[in-house]
Structures are given as C-alpha cells and as structure tokens.
C-alpha cells in the first residue's frame, strides 16, 4: 500500500507542481516504480530494521544497476520523455524518503497484524 501510495502521490507533484506534459509524467510514473520498488525491498526485506542485516551482494547489485539504468534512460530520453537531472535525483529522493517512512511504520504494523 505504500508503493501505491508514493508512486500515486508523484503523479500530481509532476503535474501540478512540475507542470510535466504527458510524455514526461509517463516517465516520472516510471522512474517511481523503480525507484519506489527498490528502496521498498530494503524497507520490508525483514520483519526487524533494515540495517540488522546486509542485504546480498546480488540485492546491492541489482538496486545500483536498476538505478544507472533508468536513470541514464530518463535523462537521456531513451525509450521514453527524458526528464532533467535533477528531476530524477528528485525521484530517487523521495523514494529514499519513503522508505524511512515505511520503515518507521512497519514494526507496529507487523505487530498488530501478528508478525513480530
């Protein structure tokens, strides 16, 4: 739900705020589930904090890869709208951000629904 929540809340900050056309939203939609979806598994890939345990080389990896990839994508308008730099450093921000949110959150929610 979380995800949801960032990758939905991004849209209107493009739109609103940014004023993106709808090539470029398409592409800040993009950058959000990637980045959403990557900084959530580190968020959620254990019951305790994150920091418990390091994640894989192969997790570490990927995350630095999917990173480059679509970033260098985004900015370079390859396969898609390209968006600024600093757009992108943006997403990528706010991505770290929320999951410190649902970092916080997610202890007392694994308690209350059993999983602690």
């Known amino acids: 739900m979380g995800l949801l929540a960032f990758c939905t809340a991004t849209l209107p900050v ?6 993106l056309p709808l090539p470029a939203l398409r592409s800040l939609a993009f950058l959000a589930v990637v980045f959403g979806s990557q900084t959530s598994i580190y968020a959620i ?9 390091v994640p894989s080389l192969w997790v570490m990896g990927s995350t630095i890869a999917a ?4 970033s260098g994508m985004a900015t370079t308008g390859l396969a898609m709208a ?5 757009t992108v ?8 951000a929320f999951a410190a949110i649902v970092e916080v959150a997610k202890i007392p929610i694994f308690h209350a629904v059993g999983m602690s």
């Open 89 to 96: 450093f943006a997403v990528l921000g706010a991505a770290i």
């Open 45 to 53: 890939r254990e019951r305790g904090r994150f920091w418990h345990s």
């Open 67 to 70: 990173i480059l990839i679509v």
């Open 14 to 19: 493009g739109a609103m705020w940014l004023h």
């Open 82 to 86: 390209s968006l600024p730099i600093l």
